[in-house]
RNA sequence: CGAGAGGACCGGACGGUCGCUCCGCGGGCUUAGCCCACGGGGAGGAAAGUCCGGGCUCCACGGGUCGAGGUGGUUGCUAACGGCAACCGGCCGCGAGGCUAGGGAAAGUGCCACAGAAAACAAACCGCCGCGGGCGGCCUCCGGGCCGGGCGCGGUAAGGGUGAAAAGGUGCGGUAAGAGCGCACCGCGGUCCUGGUGACAGGGCCGGCAGGGCAAACCCCACCUGGAGAAAGACCAAAUAGGGAAGGCCGACGGUUGAUGACCCGCAUCCAGGACCUUCCGGGUAGGUCGUUCGAGGCCGGGCGCGAGUCCGGUCCCAGAGAAAUGACCGUCACCCCUCCUCGGAGGGGGACAGGAUCCGGCUUACAGGUCCUCUCGCGCC
RNA sequence: GGGCGACUAACUCAAUUGGCAGAGUGCCAUGUUCACAGCGUGGAGGUUACUGGUUCAAGUCCAGUGUCGCCCA
């Protein structure tokens, strides 16, 4: 199985993360809020939100959003198929670690995605 | 050895696994593209702050004056600068060196609180000194003499006091007391000479002294500046709506009896018109491509220059992302700290400031630890 | 990416041309009341965001730094 991460598996436009955030369902843990809403494609997406009130400097900011995306391309395959995903740090001042952040994704995705189908009986066939 | 001054530089190294991006070459597929394999490139000294200056792009533009803003020793360097270099002056330091917005206050305006007599036209509070008349006290050889405080007129700027600042400083002479009143040295002003491209420096002569500070207050002088900024700008260009042109179709109702077929009705053709169809054209949104990385470029050698730099030759291609890559997890070895001890090992911990977004030249600010060179002062030894 | 502004007592704001940093609310003490509120009297509280410079003297003028906020799209 391989664990890439190309351009396409990444949310591009204002129009994906406005559609997240106006249909979507979330969850948040100690480290990640997530969105979470259908794509219409086969595949999963990302989109990452790391605000400059996390960090003050870049340097610490990136370290956020590369932690992210690592754990979402090592995660890709255990997540439902055909989705989006917006992740965002749960805390000013986040320090996180890889590991964690694997475990915590997997569960807040599932623990959306499950609020979304409760939400969307119809869409859910 | 200790204490310091100046400058240059580094900013862990190597390897493994899984990934990202660009370029080259080759291959495959369902061929605007996607995928695979191989080789190569992939953050900084500040990439930062956005404080200056330029390249580049668009807009505006006849010239001059005024205004506004900026800069401010001189000479140079530079594409340019508020940058840099060398030099000059001032202040600080024993010194190596450091700091320096450093033009003009005899163009004008303004401000100088409190204190103080007086804060800029100069003047005189306490003083000091002289003269005048009067009062009191003491002495007396009865002529007067001495002392005291007060008043009036005048001299003075030494002393006191206030202040950040009060009409050069020190010394000697001089005087009723004093004062550049006179003299010497220092300072200052003018003028001439010499040296220097110049800022300035040195010297001669003359003048006894002109005159406060603030221009990062207004201002004057000299010089500089058109405006916007890559989200600049150029090109390609869906879907939908709308605009224009041509053709088709309709022209049944409706068209001052629309025109023609002499006239009327019908009919035909044509015209106007049309909410329909096709094709084309231009504007233009989403989206895409370019701008976009070969450049005032890096490195090496040589020439010129004290230097900043500059010229010549050789050589290299050295990030180009775009909801935005340069990452994640390990291992080994160096470096620093702590603990243990069989003094050489074992265990544990640590490594700063910080991430390109059009590109350069500077400035400013942040920074663990470390390397090298030159110089100064002190102590000791040879 | 680019262009601007603000920062003064715990809070909200003043401070002329540079000349002793103030006001209201709040806080503390005290009086009045059986008690509380209110009112009266007295008092404390400041590195003027920070660091330098100009000046005799800086909240004020100049430069740099920090924090917060606004505008362009």
């Not at 610490?60 to 995903?85: K, S, T, W, Y």
């Not at 965002?88 to 001042?93: L, Q």
Request: aromatic content about 6%; proline content about 6%; hydrophobic content about 40%.
């Amino acid at each position: 199985m391989k664990l890439r991460f190309r351009p396409h598996h990444r949310m591009k436009s204002a129009r994906d993360f406005a559609r997240a955030y106006r249909q979507g369902s979330r969850a948040r843990g100690a480290l990640l809020r997530v969105v979470v809403v259908p794509n219409g494609l086969e595949h999963t997406r990302l989109g990452l939100s790391v605000g400059r009130s996390v960090w003050r400097h870049a340097v610490r900011r990136n370290r956020v959003r590369r932690l992210f995306r690592e754990a979402f391309r090592l995660e890709r395959h255990a997540l439902p198929p055909g989705i989006d995903v917006v992740l965002i740090p749960a805390e000013k001042a986040l320090e996180p670690t890889l590991e964690r952040t694997r475990r915590e994704l997997v569960g807040l995705v599932g623990k959306a995605w499950r609020r979304y189908g409760e939400k969307n009986p119809a869409e859910r066939a």
